[in-house]
Structure formats: C-alpha cells, structure tokens
C-alpha cells in the first residue's frame, strides 16, 4: 500500500496542508466577495489591495481575542469539540488523490496521501467524527440555543448520510472499486460518471451540503433562530477551529464530487493538480452561488426531504445502475 | 514489533475507553468515551488487515449509532439521581461476582491449550478485502446474510408499529 520514504510522505502531508489552510482562507475572501458582488455590494476591499489581506487580518483578530470558555461549559468537551471537528477534516485530505505518481529529483512520489482500497470509506468514517466536533461542542456550552444546534446536526447527520453513501454506490459499481485513484482512472478510460450518474451527482451534491452544514441546509447553526447554534459560546482561536473545519469540509465534498463524477485529476495538456483545482473551484463557486440564492429550508421540511425524496430517490437510482451493470453493460 | 506496540496502545485504549463509559458519572461524557472504544476497536481490524471491516465499524457504530445516544441524552439532558439507590446494601454481592468471574476466566486462559496462543500465527489469505467479503457475503453465505436482513427489517417495521401505535394513543395523528 505505501512504498514511499517516509520524509516524502511528511513532506507531502505538510504541503498538502499548508496549501489547503491557505486556500480556506481565501475561500473564505471567495465567499465574502461573491456574495458581496451577488447583492450589489463590495465585499471585503479595504485591507490590502480588492481585501486580499482579509484573511491575514482575520487570523490576527481570531488570534488576539481572549480564549473564553463559559461557566456553565462541560470543559474537557468544549476543549476537544473543536480539535476533533478540525481533525476530521484534515484526515479526510489524506485519500483524496491530487494526481498520478510523478518523479521527483529521482523520488518517486504519488500525488496522493494514500490509495486504501477503501479510500471512500475512510472520508465517511471522519464525516460521521467530524459530525462529534459539531453535537460535542453545542452539548458542552451549556447554553440552549448551542444544545438545539447540536440535536438538529446530530439528526440532519443519520438523515443525510444513508443518502449520501448510496448516491455514490452506482459509482463504485461502474468503477468496481473502492479506490478514489482506481475510480478516476476508470472514468479516464471511458467517460466521467456524470454522464452516466446524473442522478448519482446531483443527490450527493445535496447531501454534500447538508453534510457540511452549508446554507440552505445551515440548521445547526441558523443564525436567525439559534443565534448561531452549536458555536455560539466559541470565539477566538476555536471559533476559527469550527470555521476552518467547515470550509476544509467545503474542500474536501467537493474534490470527492470531482473525483467521483468529474474524472477527478485526469485531464488533457495541463498537469492533475491543476485539473483538480479547477473542478473543484467551479463546484465550490457553486457552493456559494446557492448559498447566495436559496432560502433556508423549514426544520421538518428538511427531514422530509432527506428521508422521503432523497433516500428513495437514491436507492432507485442503485437499483437501475446495479440492474444495468449486472445485465452486462460495457463499464469499462 | 510495530505491530505489538499498536496492538498494546489500542488495547488499552479499549479498556481506558471502557472503563471510563462505566464510571463516568456524566452519561454523555460516558457516551463520548464509548466513541474512543468503538475507534480503537476499528483500529484493531486494522492490524488484522480487515480495513473495510475498521471503516463501517466506525460509520455505522463510532458514527450513526453513538450520535444517536447522544441525540437522546442531550434531549434528555443530565439528571441526577434522586432516589437513593436501594441496592446499595447489596454492593457487596456484585463485588463478590466479579472476583468469582475473573477468577473462572483466569483459571480457564491459563488451563486451555488455544491454538497459537504461544506462537505467532500464520497469516491466512485475504478475508478482510472488499472484494473477500463481498464474495463471502454474496456467494458462500447468502441464505444466512439474506435472512439477517430480513430480522432487521422486521425490527425496523415493527418499531415503526409501536411508535405509531404509542403516538395514536396518545391522540396524535
């Protein structure tokens, strides 16, 4: 499974981060500026030249400000709330494939952390742990509108993520693999999945966004009924935890969305990297423009839609892909 | 080596985790440790090369079914006990149960010849794989496999029943 020195896969994992860590905070600029230009106003552009030192302006007021914890707080929890919502989503970096192997100064070295022969698992796994830092966080500040922002991400999560894990299982048959770089190397071989998982796409697309909390499914931390839900007792350095995690899950849905349905880093002329970026940079924008343009959804509605359209919706599609494949479709 | 060290850190991350679900007065903060059980357990498959085994571990039990505990205990919130507990004065009992016990375990490790319980044993072919257990699943053991799902989804349509029929008694729709 790992045929590499260990410094090249510290140098890899220290790369992959810091590039990840910077491109959340510009994401974040993305984002404000976005918006800001979607509803006729600026956004972000005093601090450097069109606000590009935002975000080094925000690191250093998240920095300054004083590390509160509430008195009514659980406090080993509300410490580990944050590390583990943070962690979660770091980890999930480590099986996303950001291009093939490539030679080094005589190295050899795969653009990916690991390929597990259950990669897909494995970020589903740091989902659901990812989903603690959330429910741990809301239950630890002893205050009601965190601990209703708790139980409403701890049920949106069982709701969404038996969607979530069958929309990609029509994939997986076509790839006949588990392997994120076996999957984009069979779509490069024939076609991106899109094509032939159009419904496979858009279910986990939805349930990628409920996943990560972001608006129009935002219930856990809807800022005009719950204040701001499970991460309204944070502040300082573990609020910017929460933030960090959030837009890292932003990141990481999206380069699965791309991986899984859009041929991932495969590409002609330019270098998989760049592919990547690229896919993932419009879906992201896409992210945005939606969260720009749709309402929040009502709470009951919400469950309604991931139980009784989302999850039949997508157990019909993997029974037409199972029954396609096992009539002896031409997948590969 | 590596493995063994792995193997004693998991271990006794299991046990840690175990015993703090049992004498952690909070029970959500109990709920919490049997997270760190529940993964260490995951990492245990692991090191016996069953991956896919470790992950659903950790989706279906670290992750959909203790956020459920949780779910209830934060909506239940933190109640103290108020009665006193009347088998306090049978405290005695349960200690004399547990010697009694780990004694009978004891006597019967140290009594039985287990296969290659003193020496490394040889690794079998792949089982723990997707494609082994897919293959285990779906072909050797299918009737037993089909029928596990039809249990569960007995339980799951019953529960459904009783839920409904507890709602409807209490006037609801």
Partial sequence: MIQEAFLVILIKAVVVVFIVVTTFAYLMLLERKLMGRMQLRYGPNRTGPFGLLQPAADLVKMLLKEDFTPAGANKVLFQLAPVMAVFAAVGSLSVIPFGDSV????????????????????????????????????????????????????????????????????????????????????????????????????????????????????????????????????????????????????????????????????????PGPIWLAIKVFILIVGLIWIRATMPRLRYDRLMKFGWKILLPLATLNLLITALVVGLGFPNK | MGEQIAFGLTAAGIVGCALLVVLLKNAFQAAVALIGTLVSVAILFVLQHAPFVAFVQIIVYAGAIVTLFLFVLAYLGERALSDPDRLEHFEVFSWITILVITAMGAIVMFTTALPNFHTVPETTEDIGSPTALGFAFLREHLLPFEATSLVLLVGAVGAVVLAKRAVMAEGGR
């Fill in chain 1, 103 to 270: 030679t080094l100064w005589g190295h050899h070295v795969n653009l990916y952390g690991t390929d597990l022969n259950v990669g897909l698992l494995l970020v589903f796994a740091l989902s659901g742990i990812g989903f603690y830092g959330l429910i741990l966080g809301g239950y630890a500040s002893g205050n009601k509108y965190a601990l209703l922002g708790a139980a409403r991400s701890a049920a949106q999560l069982v709701s969404y993520e038996v969607a979530m894990g069958l929309s990609v299982v029509g994939v997986l048959m076509l790839a006949q693999s588990l392997s994120l770089v076996d999957i984009v190397h069979a779509q490069a071989d024939t076609v991106w999945y899109i094509l032939l998982q159009p419904v496979g796409f858009i279910l986990f697309m939805l349930a990628g966004l409920a996943e990560t909390n972001r608006p129009p499914f935002d219930l856990p931390e809807a800022e005009g009924e719950l204040v701001a839900g499970y991460h309204t007792e944070y502040g300082g350095t573990k609020f910017a935890g929460f933030a960090m995690a959030e837009y890292l899950n932003m990141i990481v849905v999206t380069s699965i969305a791309a991986t899984l349905f859009l041929g991932g880093f495969s590409g002609p002329w330019l």
